[in-house]
């Protein structure tokens, strides 16, 4: 069952859906310790935009891409970090930055590329799938909770 099932045409109503997207993770991290949300779509789909957009409304204003960081930190309601698993090779390499550390923490985690290790996100966290629609003047963006299809 998705929560949400939009299509958006701009970055604008990107950033428009992530308030939308930020009011079912702040019910979850009310009742939760960890939430823990996977971002996924090709290459250019506006993750990114959307992990900037939902960060903001839990007020982190300067929210980029951790592509050669793995991990960005940010102080905002809750703490937030938002990975990019693209460049790690395995689970070893999650291991490395303390991956398991961050799941027990009180926070909110905004994985990118999710895809490429399944085996490392929990089992209930929200999953948010963009695909390109009409070529490249829109996106359907997917939300829900569970398994990852």
Avoid: Q
Avoid at 20 to 43: F, Q, S
Avoid at 123 to 130: G, Q, S, T, V
């Amino acid at each position: 069952m998705y929560l949400i099932d939009r299509k958006v045409a701009s970055p604008d109503e990107m950033r428009r859906l992530a308030c939308e997207i930020a009011e079912h993770l702040r019910e979850a991290l009310e009742a939760e310790k960890t939430v823990t949300v996977c971002l996924n779509g090709e290459m250019g789909v506006g993750k990114t935009t959307l992990a900037a957009g939902v960060s903001a409304e839990f007020g982190v204003l300067r929210a980029k891409s951790p592509t050669y960081t793995v991990v960005n930190e940010y102080r905002g309601e809750v703490p937030i970090f938002h990975f990019d698993f693209y460049r790690l090779a395995d689970e070893d390499d999650l291991a490395s930055i303390g991956f398991d550390d961050y799941l027990s923490r009180h926070a909110l985690l905004l994985i990118e590329w999710s895809e490429l290790l399944p085996s490392a996100i929990p089992p209930d966290a929200f999953y948010i799938r963009i695909e390109r629609t009409d070529g490249d003047t829109g996106r359907r963006v997917l939300l829900w909770r569970g398994e990852s299809l």
